[in-house]
């Protein structure tokens, strides 16, 4: 007998979600429900089924920037209010369906006014897609208002990030291509965070390495690392015995947020392999690792499929998906009393019903 959780048990397990854009996570046929009503013209095809492999097959590039580019058919049909409601809602109602009790998923309103849109209006077509969620599904979604790293609106987004901080938006990012484009030429969205007791995340050692790590903590002052997978590069193992860096030590000290996301990771080129990435490392040296599923429609994927990627390279069990599970709910730009009650209400107490409901042959 083998008590690793099947794919199945992972579905059920109370789980939580920090790192999940909304463009990345778009269902295929409403891709082009919304193409057709919104004129766009832009689709490789148009039959739902074929377009879901186009996006996979586009992503499995090994580059960041041509991985990126695959964002430019989802964004382009979500240009209208109708549009980013019915996405936002869909996204919560798939997240709700596996499994998830809380998550973040992340976006950029600056990438949404091609259709005459305002920055207001897209947040609150946006938070009014999840409340609708909420009440059907009963999964409370937080959002994050992502700055492009490229562009030179981040005081804007932080500003917008602020004023809608007690409406559901619970925190700030930058995202896009890393090389050329580090955390430091927005520092002041990130002071102005800071001095507004804002919580904020940042991509950072992803497709650039340990100077992006760094400046995004020690220059910005990031809560979390998106993705953080390049802090591997602080690291020397030798033996199995590992010797940590001065940058990671202060990384596993502070118990920074690494929102790692496996599959996403190695359609960048990030990670070699499930087998070869970082995470089994780090969280073997209890680094402060969550899993998450960074884009589902790109990398094919779910949280309980990214678990189940993750128990069967590194033989994972229960207890350690209730780590990582916790470590994220730990990490929620949520008050802290709510974090704490559904870790000890919900989370805890789900995973010991499923752990203890019986061993059996792994699937």
Excluded at 3 to 22: M, N, Y
Excluded at 63 to 80: D, K, N, P
Excluded at 254 to 266: A, F, Q
């Amino acid at each position: 007998m083998d008590d690793r959780p099947t794919l199945e048990d992972i579905r059920r397990a109370p789980k939580v979600l920090l790192h999940d854009h909304l463009d990345g996570g778009v269902r295929p046929a409403t891709i082009v429900d919304l193409a057709r009503d919104g004129g766009y013209e832009g689709l490789p095809t148009t039959d739902p089924e074929n377009l879901r492999a186009w996006f996979e097959e586009a992503s499995n590039s090994g580059s960041l920037e041509r991985y990126l580019e695959t964002f430019s058919h989802t964004v382009g049909v979500m240009q209208s209010v109708e549009a980013l409601t019915r996405v936002a809602y869909e996204c919560a109602e798939d997240l709700a369906a596996d499994g998830m009790v809380y998550a973040e998923v992340r976006y950029a309103p600056e990438q949404h006014l091609s259709g005459g849109l305002t920055l207001e209006q897209v947040v609150e077509a946006v938070l009014d897609g999840f409340a609708k969620a909420r009440q059907d599904f009963g999964i409370r979604v937080g959002t994050l208002v992502t700055a492009m790293r490229h562009q030179a609106r981040s005081m804007e987004i932080a500003e917008l990030a602020v004023r809608y901080r007690d409406l559901g938006v619970v925190g700030f990012d930058i995202a896009g291509a890393e090389a050329g484009y580090p955390p430091t030429r927005h520092l002041d969205a990130f002071e102005y965070l800071q001095r507004e007791n804002a919580h904020f995340t940042i991509h950072a050692g992803e497709g650039f390495g340990l100077p992006s790590i760094w400046q995004a903590i020690q220059w910005c002052g990031a809560d979390r690392l998106g993705h953080g997978v390049r802090i591997i590069d602080d690291i020397e193992v030798d033996g199995g015995e590992a010797r940590l860096g001065r940058l990671a030590g202060y990384v596993r000290d502070k118990r920074i947020p690494l929102e790692m996301c496996p599959t996403s990771n190695i359609q960048t080129g990030a990670a070699k392999s499930i087998e070869e990435h970082p995470i089994g490392l780090l969280r073997r040296l209890s680094f402060r690792v969550t899993v998450n599923t960074d884009n589902r429609l790109m990398s094919g994927t779910t949280l309980s499929r990214e678990f189940a990627k993750l128990r069967d390279a590194f033989g994972y069990g229960w207890d350690d998906l209730q780590w990582f599970t916790v470590n994220a709910m730990k990490s929620a730009f949520v008050p802290f009393n709510e974090r704490l009650e559904l870790i000890n209400g919900v989370i805890k107490p789900g995973f010991a019903q499923l752990k203890w409901s019986g061993a059996r042959p792994l699937a």
